[in-house]
DNA sequence: GCCGGTGATGTTAGCGATAACACCAGGTCG
DNA sequence: CGACCTGGTGTTATCGCTAACATCACCGGC
């Protein structure tokens, strides 16, 4: 019964493999000068102890972690929570370790604690999905030389940003209803702070305009179904409404029910378009007419992003934007009148 | 224009404040013998230099890091979701923080390997989200000594775990049903290997026990809308069901929408509970009588014991459970017949 | 007035890696 | 055939911290 031992170093392997501790490290860190015979041996030894490198002494000595540190509020919003879960697939796959951490509001002061949380960590990279502007606020106080990319953020920052093409699907799903024989569409929208809403308006309204048809206004929201109900139920009693684009899903899911409540048939009397597709859209009464965005598509685009800032310092396109698809349901007709 | 020269180290604290380093790292640490007025200059120093400590530094001397690691699989389930997001704000609450490693698909070589990955970083505990038991197998080959929670685990094995009382819910959720004046409740269950499924299936079937109602068999689905709507079209065609408890919101969903095409209304002709809460659940068509687990309560109780295993070694109580609540709404009413 | 205890501080030795340089054998080249 | 390169390897210094021990002034007690 003994006592349990420290864990193996890489000196350790260097004796059991009869060579140096550094040529332990040039076979782990792939240096070409290292003999075919001596690097099997090595690699045996590392196997046989079950070596792992400590990853704390690297860092150390090198000054560079492996990490990247995420920022996001502590939310279970369909988008924010997917892009999420695919940047930690991707940086995962990349070798990177992902470090999140939460916040509860998306204030100035939330976001710049939790960044200075992950400085102090030493990561090499910082992900901040800043989604509003106060969020987009914060990140002026982070000194550059941070690598540091916003997603969902401030168009209007100079910060390398990746975001979905708000206005394109917005645009598409407005021209979809307006095709539709529709005069015109009403917009339930976001908060108003949100450049994802912000910019969901934005491509409504330039459908709109791009057919001369009349831009009611916005009815506001925040991006709960409680309050597209709250909104559906004003509009369920406007007869000359007969198409509402919602700035998401659920959104729409309220303005369903506040229709059906009052009587209005989706799609017959009104129809009704949301934003995100999220899984159980197809199951809506009806199914759901929405636009679907690609959040691996936008977690690629930023992990890209991050690891040229990483290795170069600097970036050469530091704005990207991902398109997002029109998909079709059972939410959409013709007027009926 | 200096070339950026490197962050400050303790020892420019030391020179800054006119005292040694150790003295530093004890004013950092609290020791107590410090005199007020040294620790005053130190901090002083500290803050005009804006230095931070090295984390690798000190992980490296002292053998611990201050990292929770999170195996989760890269889904957007509501109830893993909020888990994991909960888990996070509290864990960097007690000072934390905590690397995420996603998995594609819960399979024993996916969740083996990012086991892997997060002792690679030397983490100082691992928090595991096993709610099948293919996950909860791959945990087998962990080594003792490694602080370890199972979140939505096995409950016949003896990791330490976390977990919501599935059955209790369950229970409470039938009960209600048959308390409604139901002769018996139909079950739309999860996917059978996962544990939580399988605690609801058992909870139901105790409810239908305890009242000497017939127990018609399980209807097995996964957690999609879909397959729920696929249930629901099957179990509207039958005139005897008057009562469905869903296993998931989402899986009400589909059967919410399956039986309004049948012309089934809910709740006038058949009854409808579902489980988890989700935020729109009371925006359903009805609004949706559910069960709602304290996601929050697992996080903290999963992050208790994990650190009582960090420090001490052993766990006192390695089993906990947290009792969800009944939310009605407007799904549940009594037979029409 | 000397001794031991105690509080405040400094000094030294690692932790486990990488970087930089030193070294040595063997081949190439003028 | 000696100078020079070059591939393979070892040696030493170093990263920034904490642990352990050393030091020193000052205190009270006999």
Redesign the interface.
């Known amino acids: 019964m003994e006592k349990?031992s420290?864990d193996p170093a890489m000196t350790d392997v260097a004796r059991l493999a009869g060579v140096s501790h550094q040529t332990v490290s040039r076979v782990l860190n792939n240096h070409p000068n290292v003999r075919e015979q001596t690097r099997l041996r090595v690699k045996a030894a590392i196997k046989e102890l079950d070596y792992?490198?400590?990853?704390?002494?690297r860092?150390?000595v090198t000054?560079k972690?492996q990490?990247i540190g995420v920022v996001a509020q502590?939310?279970?919003l369909?988008g924010p929570?997917?892009l999420l879960?695919?940047f930690?697939?991707a940086a995962?796959e990349a070798g990177f370790?992902?470090?999140?951490?939460?916040v509860?509001v998306l204030d100035r002061d939330s976001i710049a604690a939790a960044v200075e949380?992950h400085?102090?960590?030493?990561v090499a990279g910082i992900v901040v999905i800043a989604p509003n502007s106060s969020a987009a606020d914060a990140l002026a106080d982070v000194p550059a030389?941070v690598p540091l990319v916003t997603v969902d953020g401030d168009p209007d920052r100079s910060t390398p940003l990746v975001t979905v093409d708000q206005a394109k699907g917005a645009f598409d799903a407005t021209k979809h209803l307006i095709d539709a024989g529709h005069e015109t569409v009403w917009h339930v929208s976001g908060p108003a702070d949100w450049f994802d809403a912000a910019g969901r308006v934005q491509g409504w309204r330039a459908a709109l305009d791009a057919t001369s048809a009349e831009v009611p206004p916005v009815v506001a929201a925040d991006w709960?179904?409680?309050s597209?109900?709250r909104a559906g139920q004003m509009l369920a009693r406007m007869p000359e409404v007969t198409a509402v684009f919602c700035s998401n899903d659920?959104l729409a899911?309220?303005v369903?029910?506040a229709m059906?409540e009052r009587g209005r048939s989706v799609p017959h009397d009104v129809s009704v378009v949301g934003f995100d597709d999220v899984?159980?859209a197809?199951?809506?009464?009806p199914p759901l007419t929405t636009v679907r965005p690609d959040f691996a598509a936008v977690a690629h685009e930023t992990l890209g992003l991050l690891l040229e800032q990483i290795s170069d310092g600097e970036t050469t396109r530091p704005r990207r934007t991902v398109a997002p698809t029109l998909v079709k349901r059972n939410s959409v007709a013709p007027p009926s009148r």
């Not at 792992?52 to 002494?57: F, K, S």
């Not at 400085?119 to 030493?122: E, F, K, S, V, Y």
């Not at 197809?282 to 009464?285: L, S, V």
């Open positions: 349990t420290r792992r490198p400590n990853r704390a002494a860092a150390l000054g972690t990490l502590n939310s279970t369909y929570a997917s879960s695919a930690e697939e995962g370790a992902v470090s999140v951490g939460r509860k949380r400085r102090d960590q030493r030389g709960s179904a409680a597209g109900y659920h899911l309220g369903l029910r059906s899984p159980e197809a199951y809506f009464i």
